[in-house]
């Protein structure tokens, strides 16, 4: 039974390489490595530089996993929400958790998603491609340039798809990375429109509680008595609404 199981997993696994070689031979460029041992298993003209275009976006998620919390809440800026080509859909002068864009990043490869996290983590898109620049350097990868974080077409903005698979492997290594491009889909909100899907809900707390969620949204006390509307206790209290979960 072993052998029989340990020959249909060596056929699956030949079948997957050879679809992925047969795939390769009508690329310009292709490049395969092992996820484990970054070894190259298959390469053609591995070294040729290339616009890279949307897998952009892995090296900005990158940047931005390992330097932000999930649960930061990014503001969105007129620059960001009028972007070009392909996009999150998120509105001007609305907020969202960093997650929430990263999602709208990866799902919908965002180009304003992308935009709104290069100026939350470091106040300009060309800063933050700096960062990314410093980090493909920290990978070693010597063909690969960021101009921006969305991928939009600029000469100097280019990497090979030895390099991408580099990036690519590093990415998986992250569990949120991991986690995100694992998801099919996915729904945000901005926090302005939570708020007022939850505003009409109505909460008792005693002074003994220190949190309670309740309709999707955590608030913590100092140790008052809240009796209520959320909706009249957040505006009057000045509580601090640490987590949304609609």
Same mark, same amino acid.
């Given at each position: 039974?072993? +052998?029989? @199981?340990?020959?249909?997993? %060596?056929?699956?696994?030949?079948?997957?390489?050879?679809? #992925?070689? &047969?795939?390769a031979? =009508?690329?310009?460029?292709a490049?395969?490595?092992?996820?484990?041992?970054?070894?190259?298993?298959f390469?053609?003209?591995?070294?040729q530089k290339?616009?890279m275009?949307?897998?952009?976006?892995?090296?900005?998620a990158?940047?931005?996993?390992?330097?932000?919390?999930?649960?930061?809440i990014?503001?969105?800026?007129a620059?960001?929400?009028?972007?070009?080509?392909?996009?999150a859909?998120?509105?001007e002068?609305?907020?969202?958790?960093m +997650?929430? @864009?990263?999602y709208?990043? %990866?799902?919908?490869s965002?180009n304003?998603a992308?935009? #709104?996290? &290069?100026?939350?983590? =470091?106040?300009?898109?060309?800063?933050?491609?700096?960062?990314m620049?410093?980090?493909?350097?920290?990978l070693?990868?010597?063909?690969?340039h960021f101009?921006?974080?969305?991928?939009l077409?600029?000469?100097?903005?280019?990497?090979t798809?030895?390099n991408?698979a580099?990036?690519?492997?590093?990415a998986?290594?992250?569990?949120?990375?991991?986690?995100?491009?694992?998801?099919?889909?996915?729904q945000?909100?901005?926090?302005?429109?939570?708020l007022?899907?939850?505003?009409?809900?109505?909460?008792?707390?005693?002074?003994?509680?220190?949190s309670?969620?309740l309709?999707g949204?955590?608030?913590e006390?100092?140790?008052?008595?809240?009796?209520?509307?959320?909706?009249?206790?957040?505006?009057?209290?000045?509580k601090k609404?640490?987590e949304?979960?609609?």
């Open positions: 039974m072993k +052998k029989i @199981l340990a020959l249909v997993i %060596m056929t699956i696994i030949t079948f997957s390489q050879l679809s #992925a070689f &047969a795939m031979e =009508s690329a310009e460029c490049c395969v490595i092992n996820a484990l041992t970054g070894d190259v298993v390469s053609k003209n591995m070294n290339h616009a275009a949307s897998t952009t976006k892995i090296m900005t990158i940047v931005a996993i390992e330097r932000c919390n999930m649960d930061e990014v503001d969105v800026s620059t960001a929400a009028n972007q070009e080509g392909s996009a859909y998120i509105s002068g609305n907020q969202y958790y +997650k929430d @864009l990263l709208g990043l %990866m799902l919908n965002g304003d992308a935009v #709104a996290i &290069a100026e939350h983590v =470091s106040g300009s898109e060309e800063s933050f491609a700096e960062l620049n410093e980090k493909a350097e920290e070693g990868l010597g063909n690969t101009m921006n974080p969305s991928g077409d600029n000469p100097e903005h280019y990497t798809v030895y991408l580099l990036i690519a492997r590093y998986m290594t992250l569990p949120q990375f991991r986690e995100i491009v694992a998801t099919q889909t996915a945000a909100q901005a926090l302005k429109e939570r007022e899907k939850i505003s009409g809900k109505t909460v008792l707390l005693t002074q003994k509680t220190d309670t969620v309709g949204i955590r608030v006390l100092e140790g008052k008595q809240l009796d209520g509307t959320v909706q009249e206790r957040l505006s009057s209290l000045k609404v640490t949304i979960i609609v």
